[in-house]
């Protein structure tokens, strides 16, 4: 599935530090673009469920974050602005006019899609956070286990567990596909993302992006956000009262993934393009 799906798609590359960004574009003639970004030690493949059908009626914009995938080290300081910066500088080249733009990002994503919001503000037409930390609470622990150093079947069971612990409520929804996903990534994740997780980076961004409409779901067992989500919602209102909240019920983290159709549900509605 995910070569087929990469296969759909064109290539581009912008300006990254010293190297270079790499994007994935789906449709691109479709008018009414979605920019999907992906968590941290991630890549376009955190979205392999959401890309097809969004790119049977939209251009759907996916690039691998600088540190991340195939995309090269973001310039320093390292941090979700300037990564934000390189994205909007890049993203200028793909999509001159971001008026009709939503975007949609995931954990890492979503604290960076907060900073890009407000760069773009007020010509984009919406942001979507999906899992979003950096709101000012507290991050949950969880218990991961080193993969790097594991071979065959070892190494299957580490990411099986990490996903468990991370990523997943439900360990029995953890599929071949998810375990494929998190190999691909994990190999080629150098940016150390979650040392942005417990700041309030995301939530005085999103207050900063004047004039753009902001959405937000949650797992309801979201392991880094479980027992206190109540608290990042609340931290979300103070910064944007206006902001549409959903909590999925029995989902983890990547509900992307795991709750997959009930996130369908809820962009179809919330960045319908005739909305």
Not at 36 to 44: D, E
Not at 140 to 154: W, Y
Not at 220 to 241: F, Q
Request: aromatic share 6%; with cysteine.
């Amino acid at each position: 599935m995910l070569a087929e799906l990469e296969a759909q798609a064109t290539r581009h590359e912008t300006p990254c530090g010293t190297g270079r960004m790499v994007w994935r574009l789906w449709n691109p003639s479709g008018g009414a673009p979605v920019m999907l970004l992906h968590g941290g030690s991630g890549s376009w493949r955190h979205w392999v469920k959401q890309i097809p059908w969004l790119a049977a009626q939209r251009m759907v914009i996916a690039p691998d974050l600088p540190g991340l995938g195939e995309s090269d080290d973001p310039p320093d300081p390292q941090d979700p602005a300037t990564i934000a910066g390189v994205l909007v500088e890049g993203l200028k080249t793909l999509v001159p006019d971001t008026a009709a733009m939503d975007l949609v990002g995931f954990s890492f994503g979503a604290i960076t899609s907060g900073h890009v919001a407000r760069l773009l503000a007020p010509r984009l037409r919406s942001v979507t956070i999906c899992g979003a930390g950096a709101l000012g609470t507290p991050r949950s622990p969880t218990n991961l286990v080193k993969v790097r150093d594991k071979t065959g079947a070892e190494k299957v069971e580490a990411h099986r567990h990490n996903l468990a612990s991370l990523m997943f409520a439900d360990a029995e929804k953890i599929d071949a596909l998810a375990l494929e996903i998190q190999e691909i990534n994990s190999k080629a994740a150098r940016l150390r993302s979650r040392q942005f997780a417990p700041s309030g980076n995301l939530k005085d961004a999103l207050a900063a992006a004047v004039g753009v409409p902001v959405n937000a779901v949650w797992g309801e067992r979201d392991a880094v956000a479980w027992p206190n989500l109540h608290l990042r919602i609340d931290a979300l209102k103070e910064a944007r009262p206006d902001a549409r909240v959903a909590v999925v019920p029995g989902a983890g983290h990547w509900v992307a993934y795991e709750a997959a159709a009930e996130l369908d549900a809820l962009l179809a509605d919330w960045i319908a393009p005739n909305r």
